[in-house]
Structures are given as structure tokens and as C-alpha cells.
């Protein structure tokens, strides 16, 4: 046990980052918002969601999330179906939000798992659902964030 922290190292091996994928969240109003991670972390990304019926339900926030390169980012132009990585599609579910969930890992036992690697950055945008422009118009329409997978400190 580290005894100056106060923790045993164990827990110290990962974060959890939460983010609120909706037009709500300030750090969105701008073009873009980073986090920073470490293998093993984790990313949270909580959905849009509405728990009663002031809001009429053609309007409510549902996105498609992409991971993509950063040429992609920057256009905010995902190339194909296959960079989809969730789906924000159930705004006014019954259980509360949707919630997914990214390790950041070197290997994944899953077949759709993605690798991540250190020292790389991770590009995530993502597109309202039915919405067909080509234009990367913010903050309505695309919602971006770049991750950035640090460098471990070795013990």
C-alpha cells in the first residue's frame, strides 16, 4: 500500500471520463473537446435523454458516434458505416439514459473491440440520426471529441 497516497496501487490503475453527448454540454460550444486517457481508463459517454413529455419527440437529440481518423475530424466527413461506434436512438427510455462505455486497452477479447495504442490520439464525432447534410455545423449538428492516449508512467 502507498502509504503517502493513502491507496493501494491497485486503484490507481485506471479513470473514468465521463462525457454528455448533448447540445446542452458546455464543453461543446465549442468545435471540439479533448480528454486525455491512459491505457485502461474508461470513457463514458451518456446519451441525450428526457424523462417527461415537454419535449416533443421529433426534436429530441439522437446521434450516430463514429470513431475516426483525423482527417475525418477535422471535416467532420466519417467515410463509412463500418467507423459507427454506437447509436444515441432511445432519448426517452423508460430506464434512463443510454450509456456506453470505451476501455481504452491494448487488446480486446471481442471480435468488434477496438485496440487503442499509447502516444495516439482518438477521434470520435458523431451525426444526428436521419440527417443527411454533408456540412459540419456546430453545435447543432456534430458533436466532436478527440482523445489522446498518454504514455504510461513506468514504476
Not at 462525457?19 to 454540454?25: E, L, M
Not at 419527440?57 to 458505416?81: A, D, I, N, W
Not at 470505451?102 to 495504442?117: A, D, H, I, V
Request: proline share 6%; with cysteine.
Amino acid at each position: 500500500m502507498d502509504e503517502s497516497a493513502g491507496r493501494h496501487p491497485a486503484f490507481d490503475c485506471c479513470k473514468r471520463h465521463t462525457v454528455f453527448w448533448n447540445s446542452t454540454n458546455p464543453k461543446f460550444q465549442w468545435d471540439s473537446y479533448a480528454v486525455k486517457v491512459r491505457l485502461n481508463d474508461y470513457l463514458d459517454i451518456i446519451c441525450p435523454h428526457y424523462e417527461d413529455s415537454s419535449v416533443a419527440p421529433q426534436s429530441m437529440e439522437r446521434y450516430t458516434l463514429y470513431l475516426v481518423e483525423q482527417e475525418e475530424y477535422e471535416t467532420c466527413k466519417p467515410r463509412s458505416k463500418e467507423q459507427i461506434r454506437w447509436e444515441c436512438n432511445k432519448p426517452d427510455a423508460l430506464h434512463g439514459p443510454e450509456r456506453f462505455l470505451e476501455k481504452f486497452q491494448r487488446y480486446t477479447p471481442f471480435t468488434l473491440g477496438k485496440e487503442f495504442r499509447e502516444g495516439h490520439e482518438y477521434y470520435y464525432i458523431s451525426k444526428p440520426i436521419h440527417h443527411h447534410g454533408e456540412s459540419c455545423t456546430f453545435p447543432l449538428l456534430f458533436r466532436r471529441e478527440k482523445v489522446s492516449l498518454i504514455e504510461q508512467k513506468r514504476r
